[in-house]
């Protein structure tokens, strides 16, 4: 389905970022994916990718800044000749209630959750419209839609990338760019493993699919975007919550 395109994916090394990687892959598409710290985590991801066949090769970067982000788009167009797709996967979470939430932990989130997709779109974007292709996918989340408390933060970023899919999307149309935004409802990774059980039950029941998402399940529907499948789409965003947010 995506036979010798070129994707790079941010925050590649666990979670829905390997997911997403994988199921790139397995579906033909060579994948650059950015890693924040974990060398050894994006080494046994290269070496897991021979199964593939096609090249999945790490990058050290932290994609809230800017430098870094210029040198992982070299590298890709180095490594690879060209970039087709962009997935904006890499976040984090501090979370608080906003009375005892620092400033720090504010601009911390904003700019690994938000300024990254800015960075990351606005390099891709040049070597995309030159060949009047590319496709954008940003991993925002579903409490960008309904409100979350205690996350205010990562509310605001998740929201954020909502505002900056739907800008973007209009602005490079024409030049056969879409970007399109997933949102993720509870997913079972690193960034929610410290719920505890009586929390998982009480999130279960709020979701008709009665079951905490995998990191497969957002991956599908990021490859479907990435596909031809998904041509005439742009602007939207994709709630993948099992139903939850209806
Ligand atoms: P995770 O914590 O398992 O993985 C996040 C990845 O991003 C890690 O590999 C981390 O190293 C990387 N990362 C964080 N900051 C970075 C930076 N500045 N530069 C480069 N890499 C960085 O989390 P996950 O659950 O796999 O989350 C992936 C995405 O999905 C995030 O954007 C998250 O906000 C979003 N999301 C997750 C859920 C969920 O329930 N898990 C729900 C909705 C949205």
């Known amino acids: 389905?995506?036979?010798?395109?070129?994707?790079?994916?941010?925050?590649?090394?666990?979670?829905?970022?390997?997911?997403?990687?994988?199921?790139?892959?397995?579906?033909?598409?060579?994948?650059?994916?950015?890693?924040?710290?974990?060398?050894?985590?994006?080494?046994?991801?290269?070496?897991?990718?021979?199964?593939?066949?096609?090249?999945?090769?790490?990058?050290?970067?932290?994609?809230?800044?800017?430098?870094?982000?210029?040198?992982?788009?070299?590298?890709?167009?180095?490594?690879?000749?060209?970039?087709?797709?962009?997935?904006?996967?890499?976040?984090?979470?501090?979370?608080?209630?906003?009375?005892?939430?620092?400033?720090?932990?504010?601009?911390?989130?904003?700019?690994?959750?938000?300024?990254?997709v800015f960075n990351y779109s606005k390099l891709a974007i040049k070597p995309m419209m030159k060949q009047r292709y590319g496709r954008i996918i940003n991993i925002s989340s579903v409490v960008a839609l309904i409100g979350n408390p205690g996350q205010a933060n990562y509310v605001a970023s998740k929201a954020g990338v909502i505002g900056l899919t739907k800008s973007l999307a209009r602005e490079?149309?024409?030049?056969?760019?879409?970007?399109?935004?997933v949102a993720p409802g509870y997913v079972s990774t690193d960034m929610t493993k410290e719920l505890n059980e009586v929390q998982k039950e009480a999130i279960v029941s709020q979701i008709p699919l009665k079951r905490i998402a995998e990191p497969v399940d957002i991956a599908k529907v990021v490859t479907f975007l990435a596909s031809p499948s998904a041509d005439y789409i742009t602007g939207q965003v994709i709630a993948v919550d099992g139903g939850m947010t209806m």
Do not use: P, W
């Open 1 to 116: 389905m995506l036979k010798n395109k070129k994707a790079l994916v941010t925050g590649g090394t666990r979670g829905i970022g390997k997911a997403i990687v994988f199921d790139l892959a397995a579906n033909g598409c060579n994948v650059i994916f950015t890693y924040h710290s974990s060398e050894e985590a994006a080494k046994s991801i290269e070496k897991e990718s021979e199964k593939f066949g096609i090249k999945i090769i790490g990058f050290k970067a932290d994609a809230s800044k800017f430098i870094d982000t210029e040198k992982s788009i070299q590298f890709i167009l180095e490594k690879l000749g060209n970039l087709d797709i962009l997935v904006n996967n890499a976040g984090i979470t501090k979370d608080n209630l906003i009375l005892r939430m620092t400033e720090e932990d504010f601009d911390t989130v904003i700019s690994a959750n938000l300024k990254s």
């Open 172 to 181: 490079f149309a024409s030049r056969n760019i879409t970007v399109n935004a």
